[in-house]
């Protein structure tokens, strides 16, 4: 199998079927919005960590990793190579890659159509950044927020700047702070914290706001309080991009924390609860759990209404959950039944 990079021009490798000993699936929740996937190509005799070749934004790829096993299997059995079988791999790839970048196009004509307009974003899905940026013109859709992991803040963060500034995001969103297994303790916080407040104010210099996401774990214990109430009591140059089913998965009310750090929360993620699902502090939930907004057990409207009174201006719908596409355009028509004062 051959995979290149022809837009860029930059590598080109090559993979024989019998070297593969594993191909990895793996969808985040914008990719399910667009329903695409990440192949990561495992190798006998791979030398480091991580996959040899990983490939993002493809569709139909539980059937094509089953495909290309299948002719692994294949080989094994013959003991040698089949040319016509590796060539008719390759035009696959080939097609599900066309029509993963014809995919991607038509979610974000999806998007538009439901009437958005401001988003949240920054993966590429695979395409080109300009190429991908294009469509986001073209469709009248202004990424407001971009995502940047924990690593890329704490090795370069300049680089995260430069690329907001590329999409014209006011916003930066961390989402998670990586930790082993479900251990989460005042050491990761303040290491957090630090990473957070350093490469804050390089954002901030630019005009840009970085914003966590907390996920529940955040609200374990602390003195008097909990490791979010040192985060929020501690930050300089970061704020805080509010999920309100993390927050109330991981015990909290987001219309008490609104009350109680105001100044302190600039974005808020709109995603309901299914009613009887009884939270934790792991961070970690069946995605089928997202409903659509005021069908849960959170108080979606009281929580708009307190947000819009502080001044919050940003509220995106995250819906992470298989129906997305049915759902959406509900919690939207929700949404504009909610009564603003």
Request: proline share 3%; net charge negative.
């Amino acid at each position: 199998m051959k995979f290149s990079d022809k837009n860029s021009n930059k590598e080109e490798k090559s993979i024989p079927l019998e070297k593969i000993t594993d191909v990895g699936l793996s969808q985040g929740p914008l990719m399910r919005l667009f329903g695409l996937y990440r192949l990561s190509f495992e190798t006998a005799g791979q030398s480091g960590n991580g996959a040899l070749v990983s490939l993002l934004g493809v569709v139909n790829a539980s059937e094509f990793r089953e495909a290309i096993l299948e002719q692994k299997d294949v080989l094994a059995n013959q003991g040698k190579t089949s040319q016509k079988a590796t060539e008719q791999s390759e035009k696959e790839l080939l097609r599900a890659l066309t029509y993963s970048v014809k995919n991607i196009e038509q979610s974000l004509k999806t998007i538009s159509d439901w009437g958005i307009e401001t988003i949240e974003g920054g993966d590429t899905y695979g395409m080109e950044e300009a190429e991908f940026r294009s469509l986001l013109a073209k469709y009248k859709l202004n990424p407001i927020s971009i995502g940047a992991s924990y690593e890329e803040l704490r090795d370069n963060p300049e680089a995260v700047a430069e690329k907001a500034l590329r999409y014209g995001a006011r916003f930066v969103m961390c989402s998670w702070i990586p930790h082993d297994g479900t251990r989460f303790d005042i050491e990761n916080t303040k290491a957090a914290v630090k990473i957070f407040n350093e490469s804050g104010a390089i954002l901030k210099r630019e005009g840009i706001t970085l914003a966590y996401h907390a996920h529940g774990y955040e609200f374990r214990p602390y003195e008097y309080g909990t490791l979010f109430d040192y985060m929020a009591q501690n930050a300089k140059n970061f704020s805080l991009e509010m999920d309100v089913f993390w927050i109330t998965h991981g015990g909290e009310d987001p219309i008490k924390l609104l009350e109680k750090y105001p100044d302190f929360v600039v974005m808020l993620h709109l995603k309901d609860m299914q009613k009887g699902i009884k939270g934790n502090d792991t961070g970690s939930e069946n995605v089928e759990t997202n409903v659509v907004l005021g069908q849960g057990q959170i108080d979606i409207t009281g929580i708009v209404q307190k947000a819009h009174s502080q001044g919050i201006r940003y509220m995106f719908i995250e819906d992470e959950s298989s129906r997305v596409i049915e759902q959406v355009p509900q919690s939207l028509a929700f949404l504009k039944g909610i009564s603003i004062k």
